[in-house]
């Protein structure tokens, strides 16, 4: 009796509290929050590191296009100036340079993209005999060095009686953007439901209101994304340029030449322009495809 009560008296010994882990459990020491906050920041770090790489050029090209520089040699800082921005006259055979890259860019691009959007349709959504071959052929045409296509495209034309110039220079930049253009439009494609289509003919829209209605909207951000990357690879080509131009001068071409004896700061200020227009459409491009989604 005499147990007890003092045990009522006292109260109830509570149970000990269960440990996470037992001793013989344990395998390291426990990753704290400091060390998980270190490696995001070093994470964090390296990619700003590789995006600085990136970009360097750039920027030193935009800097430099404010170079006050007084020889032909546009690699020392002399100065800020405003003054070549107003002199890209100075040089009319840079000016048709520019010109003829712009105008082979977007002719290309327009054959490129129509061509290329229905291959890349054609690859998604249905299956034919020798779709294999026309795979194989793409990615082969992105895998095939520069310097093998416009060698392999010069000897044609050679062989086939063909003038290298502007033309030729255009079919040379159309065949080495087709396979781009075609495989970003069926990496669209096969991400579509069909059953989207199918509702759009259960309703009575033939098949041509049906892709333009419904098909084309929904891959236009493939498209997009072909035609951009087909002006880039045109607008910025050296090496194919080189082989099928002939007597007309590119604006790589052009740089090309003139590294021989300095490269102008006119120069800086065209890729200047070439890439804020680039920059301005890839921000359009963005924001539109947010809010389409």
């Not at 426990?30 to 390296?46: A, E, H, I, N, Q």
């Not at 062989?159 to 080495?176: C, K, P, R």
């Not at 989207?196 to 909207?217: C, H, K, N, Y």
């Amino acid at each position: 009796m005499t147990s007890t009560s003092e045990t009522g008296a006292v109260g109830t010994v509570p149970p000990p509290r269960a440990s996470g882990t037992t001793s013989g459990a344990r395998s390291g020491p426990p990753v704290t929050k400091k060390s998980g906050r270190f490696g995001d920041r070093l994470l964090k770090g390296y990619v700003w590191l590789i995006l600085a790489w990136l970009f360097l050029p750039i920027v030193v090209m935009i800097v430099f296009g404010f170079n006050d520089t007084q020889s032909k040699s546009n690699v020392t800082w002399q100065g800020f100036t405003f003054k070549w921005w107003g002199r890209l006259g100075d040089y009319p055979d840079l000016t048709t340079a520019v010109f003829n890259s712009l105008k082979i860019a977007v002719i290309s691009v327009v054959i490129t993209t129509v061509i290329g959007t229905f291959m890349g349709l054609a690859l998604g959504r249905y299956r034919f005999r020798g779709q294999g071959a026309t795979n194989l052929v793409l990615f082969a045409a992105i895998a095939s060095p520069e310097l093998v296509m416009g060698a392999s495209l010069l000897s044609l034309f050679v062989s086939s009686g063909v003038q290298t110039g502007f033309v030729t220079v255009i079919i040379a930049h159309v065949l080495f953007s087709l396979s781009f253009v075609a495989i970003t439009v069926r990496a669209r494609v096969v991400g579509l439901d069909p059953s989207i289509e199918e509702a759009a003919r259960d309703l009575g829209a033939s098949t041509w209101v049906t892709f333009w209605r419904v098909t084309f909207p929904m891959i236009l951000p493939g498209v997009v994304s072909g035609a951009l990357l087909a002006f880039a690879l045109s607008i910025d080509d050296f090496v194919i340029t080189q082989f099928t131009s002939g007597s007309v001068q590119t604006f790589p071409l052009w740089i090309w030449g003139a590294t021989r004896i300095g490269v102008p700061p006119q120069v800086n200020i065209i890729g200047t322009l070439i890439f804020a227009v680039g920059v301005v459409i890839a921000v359009v491009n963005t924001v539109t495809s947010r809010r389409r989604t």
